[in-house]
């Protein structure tokens, strides 16, 4: 199922099978002069990007798949074909149905067709890197930026460690420092603006001079370097295992959070590289373990209990955006208490022979 049926410019949506991917879908709408943002790095399908509720580098600026899908054909488990929504931006007619399939994982019911929001590709795309002394600089900056509210459309942390390795997988050649990829959308003027702005903040916490990335081909190598990141990590310790995490926390936690994690890396002696869309208070570690040492593998594990106990605890989630699944199923419990209850509940009364993805996210029938 990967056609696209409608693209609707005049009102900024189009309406597309579920298997169609986010880059075929941009390739097919280049000539429109829109694009749909969502990009989580992996060429996914829009459908499987919908049901994980997926986001990526520049939700900051254009949000979430909670966001940008409008309305979808969703078979339910008992044969029933519903819309969710009507093809409108906005609406208050009865439960929110759309948000309630966005993310459920396939639990729920399949989709088959989705309506997704476009948006007009920005005049002006700037990229930059700026580098820090520190992961607590480069974060402060974030919270900074953030909060005078500039319309920052990427802003991504990589670690010292992670330069490295994209350095050396990808060909660049930055320092192994803390460093911010940046990416501003909007008018010439406004572009500018929003740059001078940016570096006077990173200044007032240690950002070096923001190196600017003219070109549209460098800036393609930068992103592609970025979204390389995890093939990058698993070429530097080769035959590890990268056990992908995912905590979000308010803004406001993200430097502590971050500090903390860190130092569990270095007590449980793991190797673990750190992205992160830090505009979102959303952060990425990942352990490369050798799955053939037993003692290595429990440290991952007690380091990612950790991880997800400390971003529950302030007031974060357990996932930004790779969703429950089966492994994070006890964090969803100590995350939402009573409402995860309330999950299982819907689960039961949408599926009562459990049919869809049974065993994941909700526990109700174990
Ligand atoms: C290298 C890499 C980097 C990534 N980085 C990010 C990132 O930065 N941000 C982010 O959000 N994600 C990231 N991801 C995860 C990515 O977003 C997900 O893999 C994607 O959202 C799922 O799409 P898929 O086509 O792979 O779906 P699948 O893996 O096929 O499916 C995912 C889930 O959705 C369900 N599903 C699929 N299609 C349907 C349907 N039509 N109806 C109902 N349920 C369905 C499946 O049953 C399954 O539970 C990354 C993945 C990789 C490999």
């Known amino acids: 199922m990967n056609e696209i049926l409608k693209v609707n410019a005049e009102d900024l949506d189009c309406v597309i099978q579920p298997g169609v991917t986010r880059e075929a879908l941009n390739e097919y709408l280049r000539d429109t002069g829109l694009f749909f943002p969502i990009d989580p790095g992996a060429n996914a399908s829009l459908g499987g990007m919908a049901a994980t509720r997926a986001s990526g580098t520049n939700a900051v600026r254009y949000g979430t798949m909670r966001e940008n899908v409008i309305n979808m054909s969703v078979v339910m488990p008992d044969g029933r074909i519903i819309k969710t929504a009507a093809r409108t931006r906005k609406s208050s007619a009865g439960y929110d149905l759309t948000k309630l399939m966005v993310g459920s994982e396939g639990t729920l019911g399949i989709i088959t067709e989705l309506t997704l929001r476009l948006y007009g590709i920005p005049e002006q795309i700037s990229a930059g890197v700026c580098q820090f002394d520190s992961v607590e600089g480069a974060c402060n900056t974030t919270i900074f930026a953030m909060q005078t509210g500039l319309p920052m459309a990427r802003i991504e942390l990589l670690d010292g460690l992670q330069i490295e390795m994209i350095n050396k997988y990808s ?47 460098a800036r393609n190598k930068l992103w592609k370097a970025r979204h390389d ?82 971003a529950i605890a302030m007031e974060g989630t357990c996932t930004g955006e790779h969703g429950i699944g089966q492994g994070k199923r006890r964090f969803l419990k100590i995350e939402h208490g009573a409402g995860a209850d309330i999950m299982a509940s819907i689960k039961l009364a949408i599926d009562p022979d459990n049919i869809m993805n049974p065993g994941k996210v909700v526990s109700f029938y174990e």
Request: proline residues 5%; hydrophobic residues 45%.
């Open 229 to 310: 990141a995890y093939y990058a990590m698993l070429a530097w310790r080769q035959g590890s295992q990268g056990i992908a995490t995912d905590a979000c926390v308010p803004i406001s936690r993200l430097a502590e959070c971050i500090a903390e994690a860190q130092k569990d890396v270095a007590e449980f002696g793991l190797v673990a590289p750190i992205v992160g869309h830090v505009g979102d208070g959303n952060f990425h570690i990942t352990p490369l373990v050798m799955m053939d040492d037993p003692d290595e593998v429990i440290r991952a594990e007690k380091f990612i209990e950790r991880l997800n106990m400390r």
């Open 171 to 217: 060909g660049l050649e930055y320092e192994a420092k803390p460093t911010l990829f940046l990416e501003f959308h909007g008018s010439p003027d406004g572009v500018q603006e929003q740059i001078e702005s940016f570096n006077a903040i990173a200044e007032d916490f240690g950002g070096g001079n923001i190196q600017w990335v003219e070109t549209m081909e």
